[in-house]
Every structure is written in structure tokens, then in C-alpha cells.
């Protein structure tokens, strides 16, 4: 996947089961063109983003990332996998 490096990380805070989603599925979020990153136990930083979402509405991206770990975290580990 195409990514686009931002000039200036975009840190936010996040609880500590958000950060360690972050932490277990770095790999896939790479897939997917995301370099994410715990700063400390409640922050995140992002990197870099698929370069389709370059010039997205930053708060807007996080949010659809948060919404979509929730989502993961839910599902039994079983369903993860094709998640």
C-alpha cells in the first residue's frame, strides 16, 4: 500500500486498551499504510497514512480508526482473523 509520511506526527490521546490494540496489530495496520505508534501508556502518534488519505480531515481519520478497533476488539480472537 501506497503511504504518504505526514510532516508532523498527529498525536492524540487514547485509553490503554487503544494503545495496545496499536501495539498487537502494528503489523496489519502497516498493511494498510498506517505507521502508528504508543507515545506513552495514553497517547498515540501517527506517522504516516495510506496516501488515499493524505489530505483527509485528520480528526476524522483517528476517529474512523477508533471506531473500527472497537469494533475488532468486540469480536471473539476467533472472527480477528477475517475481521
Not at 25 to 38: I, N, S, T, W
Not at 50 to 75: E, N, Y
Amino acid at each position: 500500500m501506497s503511504t504518504q509520511k505526514l510532516l508532523i506526527p498527529v498525536t492524540f490521546n487514547a485509553d490503554r486498551l487503544e494503545v495496545a490494540t496499536v501495539e498487537e496489530h502494528a503489523g496489519v495496520l502497516h498493511q494498510l499504510g498506517f505507521d502508528m505508534a504508543p507515545l506513552s501508556p495514553t497517547a498515540l502518534a501517527v506517522r504516516a497514512v495510506p496516501a488515499m488519505l493524505a489530505s483527509a480531515d485528520g480528526r476524522r481519520t483517528r476517529a474512523c480508526i477508533a471506531a473500527r478497533s472497537a469494533r475488532v476488539r468486540r469480536q471473539p480472537r476467533a472472527h480477528r482473523a477475517s475481521a
